[in-house]
């Protein structure tokens, strides 16, 4: 049976966007347990630099949302980057409304999140006629944002567990237009820290420029029956027009299977990166 | 020898996102030459929408950008309305620092772009130290604003041509940090106003759920040698972690190889829709 999460030294410095009751915040929890110490970044780039400069022995990104889609600044930065993907988990995204306790909704004349977090409740807002939507780089730090600044006539979409954490109120649950909200994170640390291995493989390769080089590039798999759960490409800089193609299969790197299919892979593509093949949590 | 632009109606009313001098603009012109009607609207919905609700008959809207990748926003309302793609453009993305006239680049305190020019020009931003960044939706907007509020102590970055429509001044040519940086963009009309056919074809499909099946739906172009020069993929609202595929095919949607392999498609594909087939220039 498998454990139910990553064994890591207790105290060990996990790096993510946003602060305490974030998503990424509850992701880190559900892979590494809570007895570790929060880096809080305000950019995926802090993220990864976190861990390349040793800051951080660990991080977790979202990587997809299945209402907005990938989350293509982290495709590009695990491409440039040599950080390695230890680990996968997902989430359902509930947002609340959450304010100052006592605070009554009409009395609430800004609203303060994530955009992405804004865009996933517009049918709230739009029956708040009148109140201002305001951008903030995080969940979680919109809550805080307004209980630092007593800002009594603000409310702040997150979860919550931000609100607990900072000590709010809830206003409303469930505020999401669409149930249907997951996010996907990947856990990431720097190269061979952690034995390689698990039921997903992640991988990013470019590929010669000629007709049909896709079809035969998802052949390698294809012929040994490995499964595709996501493909997602993203530009080459300095090459227009052209891609770099990343992958997530449901195999382990350690098969004989993965290890016949990527040595066939590197025949056509002049460069391939194994991001990481990890467990699933 | 194909014609330089598409024959339409002197006077019909074109819709972008921006103003005179954008890039979208630009676009309009390559595509449709400059005697139209400009509709200027500050987002890609609201482009959609007055084709849609016909109080523009064309639009225009970049698909892609070298740098920054897929515009994701216009794949999703690709799907979502039924629009055709007409026809295909690329420009070359050439950003010039705008001023008023007589203004010295030591007196500029502000800068106002669109995000993604800001951040197309981050090695000159990040020489001028202390000047503010300032996000704005369009890039030749931002000229005309400076102007209109006679900002002396603001630059804008857009296009050359923004600056010479709004008798502004360029500072500096060519601030880009990449040259290689290069748009697509596409022109749209109401369904059947156009007739069908050009040396591409845009396809969206949704696939059945099981192990392999990306690979099959590519092999139905593969096996008939029609070239795949993109493929995006976004995510299905309601559906987590299935995809609506987008593929841009190097043919005729008129030819015989494209209409087998459409066909061929349909077993696989419940849901397939021909986004248009069009002439590039």
Redesign the interface.
């Known amino acids: 049976m498998k454990q139910a999460r990553l064994n890591i030294p207790a105290g060990s410095k996990v790096a993510f966007q946003g602060e305490l009751g974030s998503f990424s915040h509850r992701a880190s929890i559900k892979i590494f347990g809570s007895k570790n110490e929060s880096i809080h970044c305000t950019s995926f780039e802090e993220v990864f630099e976190a861990v390349a400069r040793k800051r951080a022995e660990l991080a977790v990104i979202p990587i ?6 990938s989350i ?1 600044k982290n495709f590009d930065l695990l491409a440039h980057h040599s950080l390695e993907v230890i680990a996968e988990t997902s989430l359902r995204v509930e947002h609340s409304l959450i304010v100052h306790k006592g605070i009554q909704l009409r009395r609430i004349k800004n609203i303060y999140s994530h955009p992405v977090a804004l865009e996933q409740c517009t049918s709230l807002l739009r029956r708040l006629r009148g109140v201002e939507k305001n951008s903030y780089y995080d969940t979680a730090g919109s809550v805080k944002f307004i209980r630092d600044h007593g800002l009594k006539e603000a409310a702040a979409i997150a979860s919550e567990e931000a609100a607990r954490i900072y000590g709010m109120t809830v206003l409303k649950r469930g505020i999401e237009d ?1 149930p ?1 909200n ?1 996010t996907r994170f990947l856990a990431l640390a720097r190269r061979k820290r952690f034995s390689r291995g698990g039921e997903k493989t992640s991988i990013v390769f470019g590929l010669r420029n000629e ?2 080089i ?3 590039a ?2 390698v ?2 012929l040994r ?1 490995i ?9 080459i ?5 052209e ?1 770099l193609f990343y992958l997530d299969l449901q195999i382990d790197v350690r098969s004989k299977e993965c290890i016949h299919a990527l040595r066939h892979l590197r025949e056509l593509a002049p460069y391939l990166k194994v991001l990481g093949s990890y467990p699933v949590f």
Do not use: M, Q, V
Not at 64 to 69: D, F, K, V, Y
Not at 237 to 241: A, D, I, K, S
């Open positions: 997809e949302n299945t209402l907005a889609g293509y669409d249907e997951y007709a049909g896709l079809f035969k998802l052949s798999f294809a029956n499964d595709l759960t996501k493909i997602e490409s993203r530009p800089r300095g090459t227009p027009w891609y």
